[in-house]
């Protein structure tokens, strides 16, 4: 059975303390047994989606590493095996990238290409990491981590500065709505801890227009502010990486006034003891939910009363975003997968026609008139493109009307239209029910990503 290891030293891992480190492992292992932070505790605490991103070479995985290795998240196994690896490449330290990037590509080449997700724990709060790669030509990776996280982590070499790939980033960050980011200025040791250097890049990254950001300087090789203050930059007297990362506000982001509820299974038993049980199951897109309430059924525009709000063990006071639960309605009515129940005060865009931020992503280019389907929610409709609006230059960032396709990782405008109602709101305002995927009619390939600008 494998455990969590035992830190021993802020600073990285040199081949000759490897020995002696494994003989911590063991000895953590038997003075404290085998828990990896799975108690009951640790999974009520709050959960924190983040996405690292960057450009090149910026250190992503290696502040990842760090984070999982200063946490005591790494099992004896992966320890040894990094040290192993990190041994045969002539290292003088361990690599802690190597615990992210997985695949033989990455670790071949060191850089990071599929999206890497890891999780771990702390007393305060439950994390899941994206590790997203940094060349353009994986966009659509970048898209696909960022899109359900609630922090961006960016980070920039403290040598370079800001450079092209932290302002595309910084834009995917932006137009996904990410509502915090960091900006970790790495490598610091490289600069020789200079907290001139460091004010220069911190201005540079204020003009990027990234929410509710927080720079802070780091070295992820030596772990210097991430998980413990570094003694050599005595002049940042701001909070560490995983001190902002468990005390980051999270709870206010959610919607708790625009009513959104998805209908993603009809639960009917068919058992003697629940003869007439018919309950609505899905997850909470948006308000706060309690029996009583009045609700529209859309697109049909039927409305009803909520009887009561259920999980598997227990009715509940109330469910807010993202509580999965099952809501039965009082009115006997015809409530199928993919409908929404919503607000009637306060309803969504019933909409036959789409204004979306697209990001392509298929090797065959997107054209106009093309046949695809679109699935919001648990709803699934086909669709045609009947213009593209613009492309994005990933160079300039900015905006390149009429183009006559999207290739493989563009982002462009795209205007939809429906062949059957959709229940939207703007990305914007909700980024559960204002997103979609795209898909090849004929594949069932998804093929791209989409946001909700205008809806009609």
């Given at each position: 059975m494998t455990a969590p290891h035992r830190r021993s030293g802020g600073s990285a891992v040199s081949p000759s303390r490897m020995e002696r480190q494994s003989d911590d492992v063991r000895l953590w292992i038997r003075s404290n047994g085998a828990s990896v932070a799975t108690s009951e505790a640790a999974q009520s605490t709050e959960l924190l989606r983040l996405v690292t991103c960057g450009s090149v070479d910026d250190g992503k995985s290696t502040l990842i590493g760090r984070l999982l290795y200063d946490t005591k998240q790494i099992f004896v196994d992966q320890l040894e095996h990094i040290e192993d690896v990190s041994r045969r490449r002539g290292h003088e330290y361990v690599d802690l990238a190597l615990l992210t990037d997985g695949l033989r590509a990455e670790r071949e080449q060191g850089i990071t290409i599929d999206v890497a997700y890891r999780s771990f724990v702390t007393p305060k709060r439950r994390f899941q990491l994206a590790d997203a790669p940094g060349h353009v030509q994986y966009t659509r990776n970048m898209v696909t981590g960022a899109s359900t996280a609630e922090l961006g982590i960016v980070l920039v070499d403290a040598r370079q500065g800001v450079v092209e790939q932290t302002?595309?980033?910084?834009?995917?960050?932006?137009?996904?709505?990410?509502?915090?980011?960091?900006?970790?200025?790495?490598?610091?040791?490289?600069v020789g801890w200079s907290e001139e250097r460091f004010e220069e890049v911190a201005a540079e990254l204020a003009g990027l227009g990234l929410p509710d950001l927080r720079v802070i300087p780091i070295s992820a090789l030596h772990g210097d502010n991430v998980v413990e203050?570094?003694?050599?930059?005595?002049?940042?007297?701001?909070?560490?990486?995983?001190?902002?990362?468990?005390?980051?506000?999270?709870?206010?982001?959610?919607?708790?006034d625009s009513r959104r509820f998805p209908v993603q299974w009809v639960?009917?038993?068919?058992?003697?003891?629940?003869?007439?049980?018919?309950?609505?199951?899905?997850?909470?897109?948006?308000?706060?939910?309690?029996?009583?309430?009045?609700?529209?059924?859309?697109?049909?525009?039927?409305?009803?009363?909520?009887?009561?709000v259920e999980t598997l063990d227990r009715p509940l006071e109330a469910a807010i975003p993202p509580m999965s639960v099952t809501i039965r309605l009082a009115n006997d009515i015809d409530v199928s997968r993919g409908d929404m129940l919503a607000d009637p005060a306060d309803p969504p865009v019933?909409?036959?026609?789409?204004?979306?931020?697209?990001?392509?992503?298929?090797?065959?280019?997107?054209?106009?008139?093309?046949?695809?389907?679109?699935?919001?929610?648990?709803?699934?409709?086909?669709?045609?493109?009947?213009?593209?609006?613009?492309?994005?230059?990933?160079?300039?960032?900015?905006?390149?009307?009429?183009?006559?396709?999207?290739?493989?990782?563009?982002?462009?405008?795209?205007?939809?239209?429906?062949?059957?109602?959709?229940?939207?709101?703007?990305?914007?305002?909700n980024r559960a029910t204002g997103a979609f995927v795209l898909i090849d009619e004929a594949s069932n390939e998804t093929v791209g990503a989409g946001m909700v600008l205008l809806a009609t």
């Amino acid at each position: 059975m494998t455990a969590p290891h035992r830190r021993s030293g802020g600073s990285a891992v040199s081949p000759s303390r490897m020995e002696r480190q494994s003989d911590d492992v063991r000895l953590w292992i038997r003075s404290n047994g085998a828990s990896v932070a799975t108690s009951e505790a640790a999974q009520s605490t709050e959960l924190l989606r983040l996405v690292t991103c960057g450009s090149v070479d910026d250190g992503k995985s290696t502040l990842i590493g760090r984070l999982l290795y200063d946490t005591k998240q790494i099992f004896v196994d992966q320890l040894e095996h990094i040290e192993d690896v990190s041994r045969r490449r002539g290292h003088e330290y361990v690599d802690l990238a190597l615990l992210t990037d997985g695949l033989r590509a990455e670790r071949e080449q060191g850089i990071t290409i599929d999206v890497a997700y890891r999780s771990f724990v702390t007393p305060k709060r439950r994390f899941q990491l994206a590790d997203a790669p940094g060349h353009v030509q994986y966009t659509r990776n970048m898209v696909t981590g960022a899109s359900t996280a609630e922090l961006g982590i960016v980070l920039v070499d403290a040598r370079q500065g800001v450079v092209e790939q932290t302002r595309r980033h910084a834009y995917i960050l932006s137009i996904l709505r990410v509502p915090h980011a960091v900006a970790a200025v790495n490598k610091m040791d490289l600069v020789g801890w200079s907290e001139e250097r460091f004010e220069e890049v911190a201005a540079e990254l204020a003009g990027l227009g990234l929410p509710d950001l927080r720079v802070i300087p780091i070295s992820a090789l030596h772990g210097d502010n991430v998980v413990e203050r570094s003694g050599r930059m005595p002049w940042y007297d701001g909070p560490l990486v995983l001190e902002h990362l468990e005390t980051v506000e999270i709870a206010s982001d959610r919607d708790l006034d625009s009513r959104r509820f998805p209908v993603q299974w009809v639960v009917r038993p068919m058992a003697d003891e629940h003869h007439d049980y018919r309950g609505y199951a899905g997850q909470v897109a948006g308000g706060v939910w309690s029996a009583g309430d009045e609700v529209v059924v859309l697109p049909a525009g039927v409305r009803a009363r909520v009887e009561a709000v259920e999980t598997l063990d227990r009715p509940l006071e109330a469910a807010i975003p993202p509580m999965s639960v099952t809501i039965r309605l009082a009115n006997d009515i015809d409530v199928s997968r993919g409908d929404m129940l919503a607000d009637p005060a306060d309803p969504p865009v019933v909409a036959r026609e789409l204004e979306a931020r697209i990001c392509w992503m298929s090797e065959r280019p997107l054209e106009p008139r093309a046949r695809l389907v679109v699935k919001q929610t648990s709803r699934s409709v086909r669709a045609i493109a009947d213009e593209l609006v613009s492309r994005v230059d990933v160079h300039t960032i900015e905006d390149v009307p009429a183009p006559d396709r999207l290739e493989l990782n563009d982002i462009g405008a795209v205007r939809l239209r429906l062949s059957e109602p959709l229940c939207v709101d703007p990305y914007g305002e909700n980024r559960a029910t204002g997103a979609f995927v795209l898909i090849d009619e004929a594949s069932n390939e998804t093929v791209g990503a989409g946001m909700v600008l205008l809806a009609t």
